[in-house]
């Protein structure tokens, strides 16, 4: 018998007042909070009258791992623009691992690489730095806190808070954030060392979870922000650190790969970035749009090592670290509402990324800082109706954010038939400025693509190579079990289940048998596992204590009965210089 995490009940949680609530302390929340601390001091400098000034002690930031950054991971290659907005010159001091020098596209096919002729312009990343957005974002959080602003680490949004039950975004008013009960023994019941949640009721609340948030999921669920028409749809990236011997990757170096080991039928390819001359992040990003349930994003990437191109580079070397993330590839058509009475949402929660650039990090940061200037116009006149707050959307309207955003709006829509189609339709979008030569492409959840076992060939040739039951040779290739081990993961095990599924019975039964338990591959830390109990089918296994916080198990289980909710504060992976 599994107990499910759930808010417990019937108990007295006390209660905090604030000004602004965010939740989530990635690159779009520290953002947020800087901005707002920044437009404070200014107005504070400005009106020295005391009955003038404005507060920043009733502002903060929630952030679920043990410390900033922790549980923040990219490639990562950063466009500096909006950082030069928000700290100009912040190069002196941030740290940056390499300014990128040279770049190269490559197509690989069985045994062969391909150089492109020239990169093509989305992917030039001159001037552009390789990071580590663990460290990036720790060095964010130490700005917020010298700028006066409370840090909350080890501390989850478990649910958002309501004044009533109205399910209209015009009307509904979120009133506030509850944050994880801790001390909760894996049968659901408080132990020695319980602490309730706390209820901080906050005159806004900005959401900045990352991809597929927790809050956000359930406000957009709730006020239904998500047009139908245009769903959401989403990658995996599967990363490692390597240290390598000299002469094989320059440090500033960015190689991206397109085709082996996946066919021409899904959509990812693969990233090489040069952190200095002997470390390199390496990763791949598999479109969670496939149609084979079989298909296992972390043996896609363990293939691709395999690969000569990858191996020259690889062989020899060492893996280091390990780490797996989700980001929503749909892009600005598949954007929720981001704004409503005393709430807004940010950065990757609200779709702020662009899929043909494959970078999103600059966008997260320019979305905090509009959403910290209408916050600030918000608490200035006291008023955080959804009308006032619509000037967040207004300004990213009119920022630089929709002129990156809306001209590629149907760029990985393009790929829905595979990767010739994509490539004419995504050339034919170049010359109508991102649109097509009908309508905006429509675009249904990912999970809606997955085919029936029984209608796929096994046989099908080629496709076993990206397939489950990655055993890894311990040098080159790895096993998930070894890789979560680099990940740094950890939970205690005496807490309930955090990965809520609604209905086991539909695990044993009509997944077995349509799909084969999909939840087996897609995870990317073997978290999920069909144990023989004698019944047909089998029994569903959750070692939750792996999980790495990538959300495509909520994402992709193709009867969306999986809810990913945030385990106790503080447990989940350590992504050191990831
Ligand atoms: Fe990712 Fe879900 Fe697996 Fe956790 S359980 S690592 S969120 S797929």
Redesign the pocket.
């Given at each position: 018998m599994i107990t499910f995490r759930k808010p417990l009940e019937g108990i007295e949680r006390p209660q905090m007042e604030a000004d602004v609530v965010i939740v989530g302390g990635g690159p779009a929340g520290m953002a947020c909070a800087l901005r707002l601390a920044q437009l404070i001091d200014e107005h504070n400098a400005e009106h020295p009258n005391p009955e003038e000034q404005m507060s920043k002690e009733n502002i903060y930031v929630l952030e679920k791992a043990r410390e900033v950054g922790q549980h923040c991971l990219s490639g990562a290659l950063l466009d500096p623009r909006s950082m030069r907005e928000l700290l100009p010159g912040f190069e002196n001091e941030a740290p940056i691992d390499a300014e990128v020098t040279k770049e190269s596209v490559w197509f690989l096919s069985s045994g062969r690489a391909r150089k492109f002729p020239f990169v093509p312009p989305p992917l030039r990343d001159h001037g552009n730095y390789v990071i580590s957005l663990n460290r990036f974002a720790k060095w964010m959080g130490q700005k917020v806190e010298e700028a006066g602003i409370t840090v909350f680490t080890g501390f989850a949004g478990s649910e958002l808070l309501f004044d009533d039950d109205s399910r209209d975004p015009e009307l509904a008013r979120v009133a506030g954030v509850r944050t994880d009960d801790k001390g909760v023994d894996k049968h659901g019941q408080p132990k020695a060392n319980f602490e309730p949640g706390y209820d901080l009721r906050a005159k806004i609340t900005i959401l900045a979870e990352g991809t597929r948030g927790n809050c956000a999921k359930q406000l957009i669920n709730r006020l239904g922000l998500e047009d139908p028409d245009h769903a959401q749809t989403y990658g995996i990236g599967i990363k490692e650190l390597w240290e390598i011997p000299a002469g094989r990757v320059a440090k500033g170096e960015v190689i991206y790969t397109l085709g082996w080991p996946l066919t021409t039928r899904e959509y990812g390819g693969s990233w090489i970035y040069g952190i200095s001359d002997t470390l390199i992040s390496i990763g791949y990003v598999t479109g969670l749009d496939y149609e084979d349930p079989r298909t296992d994003p972390h043996h896609v990437f363990q293939d691709f090592k395999q690969h000569p191109f990858a191996r020259r580079i690889l062989e020899g070397g060492k893996m280091i670290r390990y780490g797996?993330k989700s980001l929503p590839y749909g892009g600005w058509l598949t954007m929720p509402r981001i704004y409503g009475n005393s709430w807004m949402i940010l950065g990757d929660s609200a779709s702020f990324l662009n899929s043909q650039r494959l970078k999103g990090i600059h966008l997260a940061i320019k979305s905090g800082m509009l959403a910290a200037e209408t916050a600030f116009d918000a608490l200035f006149d006291n008023d955080a109706s959804a009308d006032t707050l619509s000037e967040y959307k207004a300004a990213v309207d009119q920022s630089w954010i929709f002129d990156e955003l809306y001209r590629i709006r149907n760029f990985h829509q393009a790929f829905e038939h595979g990767l010739y189609e994509g490539v004419i339709r995504a050339g034919i979008q170049q010359v109508f400025r991102g649109g097509n030569l009908g309508p905006d492409y429509k675009n249904h959840a990912a999970y809606l693509r997955m085919r029936h076992q029984d209608v796929l060939n096994i046989h099908d040739e080629g496709r076993d190579r990206i397939l489950f039951n990655a055993k890894g040779d311990g040098k080159l290739t790895f096993d998930r079990l070894t890789d979560v081990y680099h990940s740094g993961t950890r939970h205690d095990d005496d807490q309930p289940v955090h990965?809520v599924v609604k209905d086991l019975n539909i695990c044993s039964d009509r997944c077995a048998k349509e799909f084969g338990n999909p939840c087996q591959y897609?995870?990317?830390?073997a978290?999920?596992e069909m144990v023989e109990d004698g019944a047909e089918g089998g029994q569903l296994h959750i070692n939750f204590a792996?999980?790495?916080?990538?959300?495509?198990?909520?994402i992709m289980d193709p009867y969306q009965i999986i809810d990913?909710v945030p385990p106790e504060g503080g447990g989940g992976p350590n992504y050191d210089g990831m």
């Open positions: 797996a990965l897609f995870c990317p830390a978290v999920y792996n999980c790495v916080h990538c959300k495509t198990c909520d990913w």
